[in-house]
């Protein structure tokens, strides 16, 4: 178990994360990942617009809507 998690995580070469859901293998992001990952961690994936939290030390998607940057970026 990766960082304490029961969610089998990894990282690809290009610095992606991955993670195994629902039976399922799931982006998580690359910069938007929280390293290290901690309980109640929350991030919004830019590429996909998903939304993940850590729940009892698992990694849950939340929802997903576009994400938008921010007006001072």
Same mark, same amino acid.
């Given at each position: 178990m990766a960082f304490d998690l029961k969610t089998k995580l990894w990282q690809t070469g290009a610095l992606d994360w991955w993670g195994m859901i629902g039976g399922e293998d799931v982006f998580l992001g690359n910069r938007e990942f /929280?390293? /290290? /990952?901690?309980e109640g961690d929350e991030w919004h994936v830019r590429a996909t617009g998903d939304q993940f939290k850590i729940i009892d030390g698992e990694v849950c998607r939340v929802g997903n809507k576009p994400f938008e940057e921010p007006p001072w970026a």
């Open positions: /929280p390293l /290290p /990952p901690h």
